[in-house]
């Protein structure tokens, strides 16, 4: 006996079908394009960082020769060490100054929209009129050398104007050298971040910490009063509520704020390329900048394969950062 057919059945059937084929009409333009630029380019970086490839001839295969050189790539290593240092210092510096602004904009002030505003200024100005900004502070006659001048004439003292964006001395360096240490160029890896590229620290954190300062404002007004009236009916001080209550709460928003630094650390560009152009003697080389240099060949014949290598390189190392990054920090981020 010949099974029961629903119609009704088919027509839901045949409905849902015209949807989804409707539904993926519309989406095909975008998809084509997710395809051919994002899936066919990242497919042809990987066949390139096997070649020799210079924008003007055929790709020549050459296998593994980009990858093996690595460990004898001094620039390379060096521009490594260079964003190495600082993620170490920027991250901690953005994250912590972004959670203390977030506190204290959260708490009852006059005129508290106004502040939000004027604090998150610097984070929707574009990077390259921030850049320009900083340049004409940083000058041997700008405004910040002038502004130590003053101050030490305060107290008797003569301050020597500084070039911060054309001096190599590292930052161990320079405190080892009262106790008669030098550490010699061929050691720079022990030299620390120099003056210069602690210059465009300064500057990155000035224009990140607004933009983690809304994420943890917002995870902040998420928080219910009433843990904070529990703790304070327990006996808790302000400082021991903001330990206690304050900051295991933001750890999920932490985790995504450290995550997000880490990797915006690790691809810095703009600022290497409008102030410095990777120096005074590679201290500010960073790897991206790098890889645009030698793939477009700025000062050199262009090397497609050797910049796609190094590419790929580079989102290895920041994936396994994020990773151990996600181990230490994930653990007690799920709220109940």
Do not use: C
């Amino acid at each position: 006996m010949a099974a029961f057919s629903n119609p009704f059945k088919t027509l839901q059937n045949q409905a849902a079908r015209r949807e989804a084929i409707a539904a993926y009409i519309f989406l095909s333009p975008y998809l084509l394009v997710t395809l051919v630029f994002t899936v066919g380019v990242f497919g042809f970086a990987i066949y390139i960082s096997f070649t020799d490839f210079n924008l003007f001839t055929a790709p020549e295969w050459v296998g593994l020769k980009h990858y093996q050189s690595l460990l004898s790539d001094r620039k390379f290593i060096r521009s490594l060490v260079n964003a190495f240092y600082y993620a170490l210092v920027v991250v901690p510096v953005q994250t912590t100054l972004a959670i203390l602004l977030a506190v204290v904009l959260n708490a009852p002030m006059r005129a508290k929209q106004f502040f939000r505003t004027i604090f998150y200024a610097p984070s929707v100005t574009s990077s390259v009129v921030i850049s320009f900004i900083f340049w004409w502070l940083y000058l041997k006659t700008g405004y910040i050398n002038f502004a130590f001048t003053k101050v030490w004439g305060l107290v008797g003292a003569e301050w020597e104007a500084i070039n911060w964006l054309n001096d190599p001395r590292g930052l161990f360096q320079l405190i080892m050298a009262p106790f008669g240490v030098n550490i010699p160029s061929s050691q720079w890896y022990l030299r620390g971040p120099s003056i210069t590229w602690m210059a465009i620290m300064a500057q990155n954190i000035f224009t990140t910490i607004p933009t983690f300062m809304i994420m943890f404002l917002a995870a902040l007004q998420d928080i219910s009063p009433s843990l904070y009236e529990a703790a304070s009916i327990d006996g808790a001080s302000k400082r021991q509520q903001f330990f206690s209550v304050t900051l295991p709460m933001l750890r999920p928003v932490i985790l995504l704020v450290v995550v997000l630094g880490t990797i915006g650390t690790w691809q810095i560009f703009d600022q290497v390329a409008i102030l410095t152009a990777g120096g005074p003697l590679d201290t500010t080389l960073t790897p991206v900048y790098l890889i645009y240099t030698e793939a477009l060949g700025v000062s050199g014949p262009s090397r497609m394969g050797y910049a796609a290598s190094r590419a790929f390189i580079l989102g290895l190392i920041i994936l396994t950062f994020t990773l151990v990054q996600r181990r230490f920090l994930e653990q007690g981020t799920e709220q109940n």
